[in-house]
């Protein structure tokens, strides 16, 4: 049986410049990268067994990538605005473009889209679904003055503060006129391969060509799923239920107790609607409570005082609790306003039909006023 792949593990793929070239790859372990090694094409069995998490490295001369500063406006505005700018410039046309930020810099790639598809293919050929695919060249560290070189798998690469790209003669000095040059060591090369491979700096898998995802709805276990929701509702119906009669039993203890000390004072009460009713009666008989005139009457009077054109022609109090007035202004308006400012504050208000004038030209109305 094959040991198991810990989340440590990964292997990093080189492809070639050129078809007859051989495959370099290297196993990633808890501890690093591991020695290079060569596969020839991509045809016939593979050599690494399990693999763990991919990332395939593709050839700088077909990846060149463009280095700038990120502009003052949010990364992802950046970034879309970045790949608006290539298709405008007519690069995105059979070419796959690929943006992102890396360090506070904007990077991007235009590849074409057959190689992107060949690549893939060959990958496929060989079992593997690439997490990431990198332009070779970004394992080169960026200097800010200085033109970096490095060879990787025997490929030449360059990087300057602006451009990695394949370490060719004529590109190297074209791009790199006027700059100091620097190798780059193995030893710093392989740090920079475990780095890329943990956090891949720009990943030409995105947009059409993005790593498709396992949908969870395919790989479900749904009878299991099922029976957890099953047992879910219940527990929560469950639960509801419980809560529901201990509401039940607090509510009746507190009605128990509010009647028991209502009958006390009213021993003819035999439940608490019959206990309201002969508590409304005594607030009415003693001019206190909501039923008393006192409150509607207040009410009615601080609504009237926001609309200083309505005026009283009659009031009453009826023992119910309920106040009787005849409001009359210039205007309906000013009769409505009041019976607004009397319902806002929670009173029971009725009023007729419809308001009409009296013979004076006023608006009036018999209304009614008591607490809810």
Do not use: C
């Not at 050599?47 to 001369?61: K, Q, Y």
């Not at 796959?96 to 598809?117: F, I, Q």
């Not at 023992?319 to 009397?342: E, K, Q, S, Y």
Request: glycine content about 8%; cysteine-free.
């Amino acid at each position: 049986m094959a040991p198991a792949v810990s989340p440590a593990d990964g292997l990093i793929v080189l492809l070639p410049a050129s078809p007859d070239e051989a495959w370099r790859w290297w196993r990633v372990e808890a501890d690093g990268i591991g020695a290079e090694q060569f596969l020839d094409g991509p045809l016939g069995n593979a050599p690494w067994g399990e693999t763990g998490s991919v990332t395939v490295l593709v050839p700088a001369a077909d990846a060149p990538v463009i280095d700038k500063p990120m502009s003052a406006m949010p990364v992802a505005q950046a970034l879309a605005a970045e790949r608006l700018a290539l298709a405008q410039a007519g690069l995105a046309v059979d070419h796959h473009v690929a943006v992102a930020e890396h360090r506070g810099r904007l990077l991007s790639a235009t590849v074409s889209a057959a190689d992107m598809d060949r690549w893939i293919a060959d990958l496929s050929g060989l079992g593997l679904d690439p997490e990431s695919i990198i332009p070779a060249g970004l394992v080169l560290p960026r200097d800010d003055d200085r033109l970096v070189l490095g060879t990787l798998g025997g490929q030449l690469l360059a990087r300057t503060p602006g451009v990695a790209f394949a370490g060719e003669e004529a590109l190297v000095m074209t791009l790199g006129a006027g700059l100091e040059q620097v190798l780059t060591e193995e030893e710093r090369i392989a740090q920079s391969l475990a780095a890329i491979h943990a956090a891949p700096p720009l990943n030409l898998r995105q947009g059409a060509y993005a790593a498709k995802r396992v949908s969870v709805f395919r790989t479900a276990d749904w009878l299991g799923l099922a029976r957890m929701a099953a047992i879910a509702a219940l527990l929560g119906l469950l639960l509801m239920l419980v809560w529901i009669v201990k509401w039940n039993i607090d509510s009746s203890a507190l009605e128990s107790r509010a009647l028991e000390m209502a009958q006390a004072r009213f021993p003819a009460a035999t439940d608490i609607d019959t206990a309201e009713r002969l508590l409304n009666a005594e607030l009415a008989r003693r001019g206190q409570g909501g039923a008393s005139f006192a409150a509607p009457a207040a009410a009615l009077l601080e609504a009237m005082r926001a609309v200083p054109a309505v005026r009283l022609r009659d009031l009453g109090y009826a023992p119910d609790g309920t106040l009787r007035f005849t409001a009359a202004a210039p205007r309906a308006d000013d009769v409505n306003a009041v019976l607004i400012a009397l319902q806002n504050e929670g009173w029971k208000v009725t009023v007729p039909p419809a308001l009409a004038p009296d013979p004076t030209g006023a608006t009036v109305a018999a209304i009614t006023v008591r607490a809810p």
